[in-house]
């Protein structure tokens, strides 16, 4: 027998082997139902596009229950309901229906839904261009903006820097000197009609700078500043009353219990601090939990002057 066929034949028997070792079955839990309130043909889409891995409605090709691609499946869909799960759609208030919509369609925006390696095989859960602006004009009806009289008031006019500020109810301070720092991204949140401004102190200024914000330096501060959005008459978008402040401290020991993160949140003109007891930030880990890849960071900053520089020089 000639070498190459002894190499097929081990190869088969080693193949034929692997087989008996099985990735820990999915639950599959209950059959899903279409999406309340949403139309049929957004259901459709996300259907075919995310369920797969995101929902208990999971369809398994003869491809995928195959040893060692079945460990790949198994792992890409432990992982997408860890990070979304649309078969509790149903079960969650508005708001957040509309959080998860807005969610999934900046995912995919962005280009990291769906997985380039998973729709390679799965020619199904690729979304072509009609279908990516089908999701992207449904997101954007979940809050239509209404024209506004009221006028536009700044961060400024609205707060009195001067009023005392009570801590978060887990410890964190408020930080008055945010508005000084420089404005790294923003962001608008169609799902809820905000506008928001992502603020960074030194450290995160000079991390951004040096591409060093996976993980973010300790020192690191983040200050989200978000604004009910106004449409003016002309149709053009203006700030509207002062929503809320959030702060993301990032210190890895003294907050390795919540993620490497201190969280805080302080809500209207009179900066009242959220949450009714010291473990209110399990809820803003939940939220980030997606973005653990990230160091649990959403909004991806701006390229800063200082950076341009660099790559004009």
């Known amino acids: 027998m000639k070498v190459y066929n002894k190499i097929i034949i081990a190869l088969l028997a080693v193949f034929i082997l692997i ?5 820990e079955e999915i639950d599959k839990g209950i059959p899903m139902k279409p999406l309340a309130g949403v139309p049929k043909n957004v259901n459709a889409i996300l259907q075919y596009s995310c369920f797969d891995c995101h929902s208990s409605q999971t369809n398994w090709r003869w491809y995928d229950k195959i040893t060692p691609a079945n460990y790949l499946v198994a792992s890409h869909i432990r992982e ?10 149903n079960d969650l208030p508005k708001p957040q229906q509309n959080s ?12 990291e839904m769906p997985l380039p390696d998973y729709a390679a095989i799965h020619s199904s859960a690729r979304l072509s261009e009609n279908d990516i602006q ?37 410890g964190l301070a408020y930080v008055p000197g945010f508005r000084n720092w420089k404005a790294i991204s923003t962001t608008d949140r169609f799902d809820n009609g905000t506008m928001r401004i992502i603020y960074g102190n030194d450290v995160a200024v000079k991390a951004i700078e040096n591409e060093n914000i996976n993980p973010w330096p300790d020192g690191a501060v983040l ?19 002062f929503v809320q402040v959030e702060l993301m401290v990032k210190d890895s020991r003294k907050y390795a219990k919540t993620k490497g993160w201190g969280w805080g949140r302080w809500k209207g003109t009179d900066l009242k601090p959220y949450g009714d007891s010291p473990d209110f930030d399990k809820e803003c880990i939940e939220c ?18 200082s950076q341009l520089k660099k790559i004009q020089k």
Do not use: C
């Open 19 to 23: 087989q008996f070792f099985r990735p």
């Open 80 to 89: 997408g309901r860890s990070a979304l799960d649309f078969s509790k759609f």
């Open 100 to 111: 998860t919509i807005y969610y999934s369609v900046n995912k995919i925006l962005s280009g």
């Open 134 to 170: 089908t999701l992207k004009e449904y997101a954007l009806s979940l809050t239509p903006g209404k024209p506004s009289e009221s006028s536009s008031k700044s961060l400024k006019n609205e707060i009195k820097f001067n009023q005392k500020v009570k801590n978060s109810p887990n």
């Open 223 to 241: 200050a989200k500043a978000a604004w009910k959005e106004n449409v003016n008459a002309d149709g053009n978008i203006s700030i509207g009353n």
């Open 288 to 305: 980030h939990k997606p973005m653990k890849n990230r160091d649990y960071t959403f909004t991806s900053p701006l390229y800063l002057i």
